[in-house]
């Protein structure tokens, strides 16, 4: 699991905010994105979990994104597959 900050625009088209009395508006909103990569878990239980935990029913709530990993290689090992993750 790798966890990242950051920035992006979405439906909420950024915020107003003011600096020294001077308004301006911030286009670019903090977020959070988290890879994951499953192979003993089926994915649809970790999709099912995750809507359920994230899901606050406000815009913003992000998306998930599911890709086929045709293989993972550690590199200082030489494993392959599953035994890689």
Do not use: H, W
Request: hydrophobic content about 40%; some cysteine; proline content about 4%.
């Amino acid at each position: 699991m790798t966890v990242t900050q950051v920035l992006g625009s979405g439906m909420q088209k950024g915020k107003t905010e003011s600096y020294r009395g001077v308004p301006f508006t911030v286009d670019l909103l903090p977020k959070v994105k988290v890879e994951i990569v499953v192979c003993e878990v089926p994915v649809e239980e970790v999709v099912r979990t995750a809507r359920r935990v994230l899901n606050t029913g406000n815009i913003g709530d992000g998306k998930i994104f599911i890709y086929e990993i045709a293989n993972a290689v550690r590199i200082r090992t030489g494993e392959e597959g599953a035994d890689a993750i």
